[in-house]
């Protein structure tokens, strides 16, 4: 339920995917990685969970499309690329309610 993506080859560093994701609504955290060059406080990877995602309901095809947008978050050269995988991420959440029972 845990994976640990090295960002060495993207060169990001652990802490800057990690507030680049959550600026998309992406939550990870900033992990360091085996044999970790970086300090602790800025790591060279990050940690991406599933349980979140498979309690609302998650296929593996939107699994595949979290790891796309990860990977076009820290390759996004734009504040548009960003917005636009913000979207993205906007309408899987809504695709996958948390409470769907709930009318809100």
Request: aromatic letters at 6%; glycine letters at 6%.
């Amino acid at each position: 339920h845990l994976c640990l993506v090295d960002l060495t080859p993207a060169d990001v560093t652990g802490k800057d995917a990690e507030k680049l994701l959550e600026g998309v609504g992406l939550t990870v955290n900033k992990n360091s990685i085996p044999n970790e060059p970086r300090s602790p406080f800025v790591t060279s990877g990050i940690r991406v969970g599933s349980a979140a995602a498979t309690t609302r309901g998650f296929t593996a095809d939107d699994f595949y499309e979290v790891g796309q947008l990860i990977a076009a978050t820290v390759h996004a050269e734009s504040e548009a690329k960003l917005a636009d995988v913000r979207a993205k991420v906007d309408a899987l959440l809504a695709a996958h309610p948390l409470y769907p029972e709930l009318d809100y």
